[in-house]
């Protein structure tokens, strides 16, 4: 790990009152950039060739001569031949250079890997990057052990194939797809061995990572992904906030399941199978008396956080839940920095967020809010890493 006092160094090189909010431009960099709008911060996008579009033209700022925004939320941004040369030392001066507080997301780590993020990137994040690559299925340390940890319910994993008897989802990478998911379920070790056969053959999966893959009970019940943020600076209130929830559009997995039964059944094998391709989010809210369960899972998340990944968490969190029909949360995902389904909330702010802040409050909008606290108060240190 990158040592603190090399990140501090570069921050005291900062002029905070220019410091610009910088991010991967996917995943949920709209958000990022319409919130630090929102707070009078310019931002930067750092944009792969090819896919920059998004970006650098159709949600370009462009700001009067007083420097309002009068249409955009995209201020510069920084080209690459490919995401990866994110932690490059040409884009990271550039970053330093301009004063950037960057801001991670899950093409950030998938881009450009933990290794490089750990240890070359010496760029302030906002947030804690010590937990990044605990979102790593199967590593020494991941989500699944850091829930363990704080005794907190996960759906109740599946050894062996040869042991399933009842509902199971087995979860690994999409073949093609490299940061796709290549998920499929199975109620038996016949089903099982049927589907996946199934899926090598057609290129979804990879036999050689089958073995590797994660398997747990299927929850059945809805899915609240909990987007939740933790203010090391809040002095006065509660640090954890439940700004949000939202639930996924998965393909092909939601076109299968508007078609009636008889539809269904008539399928022919190339589209008998679903995937679970994330494309699309929505916004949902639950029923009131299930809302102190929810801060419960996110303080016992913090407090084991604090524990083994210090200094904790900073910022937005996302929870990613199923409720069962006796009302318990299952915690299937985690994701320790800003989530992927933000951007549903994008300048109409959240159900739960706008409540407690009086204001459209987005998941951007609130991490720009605590980095202008931070800076106001001289407090930036604690909210970077």
């Not at 060739?49 to 998004?54: L, V, W, Y």
């Not at 199975?186 to 089958?210: C, H, M, P």
């Not at 933000?342 to 706008?354: D, L, P």
């Amino acid at each position: 790990m990158i040592d603190r006092g090399v990140i501090l160094e570069n921050l005291n090189k900062y002029d905070l009152q220019k410091a610009k909010i910088g991010v991967l431009a996917s995943h949920s960099a709209l958000d990022v950039c319409d919130g630090a709008i929102e707070e009078d911060f310019m931002t930067v996008a750092l944009c792969q060739e090819g896919r920059e579009k998004t970006y650098a033209h159709y949600f370009k700022a462009l700001r009067d001569p007083d420097g309002r925004v009068r249409r955009g939320i995209v201020d510069e941004t920084i080209m690459m031949k490919k995401f990866k040369d994110a932690v490059s030392p040409e884009v990271r001066q550039k970053l330093l250079a301009n004063n950037v507080l960057f801001v991670p997301n899950r093409s950030f780590t998938s881009y450009c890997g933990m290794d490089a993020i750990e240890n070359d990137f010496d760029v302030p994040i906002v947030g804690n990057r010590n937990m990044l690559r605990s979102e790593d299925r199967g590593g020494e340390k991941d989500y699944y052990w850091l829930l363990e940890q704080a005794g907190l319910p996960a759906p109740k994993k599946v050894e062996r194939p040869e042991d399933i008897d009842k509902l199971t989802i087995v979860k690994l990478h999409h073949a093609k797809k490299k940061l796709e998911r290549g998920f499929f379920t199975a109620s038996s070790y016949e089903e099982y061995q049927k589907k996946s056969e199934k899926l090598i053959k057609d290129g979804v999966i990879e036999a050689e990572y089958l073995p590797h893959a994660r398997m747990e009970e299927y929850i059945i019940g809805p899915v609240f992904n909990l987007d939740f943020f933790y203010s090391p600076l809040e002095e006065r209130g509660s640090r954890i906030e439940l700004l949000g929830i939202d639930w996924r559009f998965e393909s092909s997995l939601d076109g299968f399941v508007r078609l009636p039964a008889a539809q269904q059944l008539e399928l022919n094998d190339s589209q008998r199978l679903p995937e679970m391709t994330v494309c699309g989010h929505n916004s949902a809210t639950m029923r009131e008396s299930l809302l102190e369960n929810a801060f419960e899972l996110a303080e016992k998340y913090i407090k084991a956080a604090e524990t083994h990944f210090k200094p904790g968490v900073i910022g937005p969190f996302c929870l990613q839940t199923c409720v069962d029909k006796d009302l318990k949360f299952f915690i299937y995902d985690v994701a320790p920095r800003i989530g992927g389904g933000t951007n549903v909330h994008m300048n109409v702010g959240h159900a739960y967020g706008n409540s407690l802040w009086r204001r459209s409050t987005s998941t951007g909008r609130r991490l720009a809010q605590e980095i202008r606290h931070a800076i106001l108060d001289e407090r930036v240190d604690e909210i970077i890493t």
